[in-house]
């Protein structure tokens, strides 16, 4: 990966911007229901705001209603399939943004099932099924249907998840929907075993290497070698001026101090290590190979 893939993950957020993708995800989403559940929660003097409440609820809801997937049901039979492969996308694949399709065998039937690693979080609302890409790619427009600040937070190491921006704690909430993990940055390196070179949140207001957030301690680090560090701290210095341009200059003053109080913020992190669970997502051997089963 280069700086130009940091580019494409930033210009992919005015895809949850567009007009018609959000009234499709206010139809999808259970508003009423969450409303009342956040409500309910302020009411009864839990900590935190209406909006922190809010994203709790659509967590726990999209945990029920979103698909986790292993290997894909059989097409034909409904029965087990086992990988055999990955083929270009068809037209009508690529339409949805799918840049490849694995390509599973029914034991059963000698039936191929074709599962089309869509892009189009539009797409993914009717399909409702994926891995942790599809469920992060999801989650984040569902977010911004609710008017909120979230950004898209990509690792280097195979893990995407959410960030929203929480007017009642005046700082960025980590938000993984695969887990339903609300606040719990350590969640990978202490309950996973994860070790972790870069995470950089992006968003339409910006980028940021948040990597402090989730890697306190120098054994849950990997190298950072994959950019020159003055290099990656311009080119997001540089997306962020220029997403900014846009605003008035009173919003660009605002986001300008939520930087900073930011920054304050992972200064500040001291080395430490909570007690978190493994990886919940995904099957036990897919885990366990890939090292997030808390045991590395």
């Known amino acids: 990966m280069g700086v130009e893939e940091l580019f494409h993950l930033s210009s992919n957020q005015s895809i949850y911007e567009h007009e018609v993708a959000i009234g499709k995800a206010l139809d999808t989403i259970p508003l009423a229901e969450l409303y009342e559940q956040a409500e309910s929660a302020l009411s009864s003097g839990k900590e935190g705001g209406f909006e922190d409440h809010l994203v709790m609820a659509l967590l726990k809801w999209f945990k029920q209603w979103f698909k986790w997937v292993n290997s894909p049901e059989c097409d034909r039979c409904g029965g087990e399939t086992n990988p055999r492969g990955a083929e270009p996308p068809r037209p009508e694949e690529a339409k949805y943004g799918a840049r490849a399709v694995e390509i599973y065998h029914c034991e059963k039937c ?18 409702r099924c994926g891995r942790c890409g ?8 569902l977010l911004k249907a609710l008017d909120l600040d979230v950004r898209y937070v990509w690792n280097a190491e195979d893990h995407v998840w959410n960030e929203v921006y929480s007017p009642f704690h005046e700082r960025w909430i980590h938000v993984d929907s695969c887990e339903e993990a609300y606040d719990r940055p350590l969640i990978y390196a202490d309950g996973w075993g994860k070790k972790m070179s870069y995470v950089i949140g992006f968003s339409v207001t910006g980028a940021r290497d948040v990597t402090r957030r989730y890697v306190r301690r120098p054994d849950a680090s990997l190298p950072r070698n994959r950019f020159n560090e003055a290099e990656l701290e311009q080119v997001l210095q540089g997306i962020t001026i220029d997403l900014r341009q846009r605003m008035t200059a009173e919003m660009r003053e605002i986001y300008s101090e939520r930087d900073e109080v930011e920054e304050a913020e992972m200064m500040s992190y001291q080395e430490e290590q909570v007690v978190e669970v493994p990886r919940q997502s995904g099957a036990p051997d897919w885990v366990a190979q890939r090292g997030e089963d808390g045991r590395s």
């Open 110 to 127: 000698r039936t191929l099932t074709r599962f089309p690693r869509y892009n189009d979080p539009v797409r993914l609302l009717e399909t």
């Open 134 to 141: 599809e469920w992060a790619n999801a989650f984040t427009l």
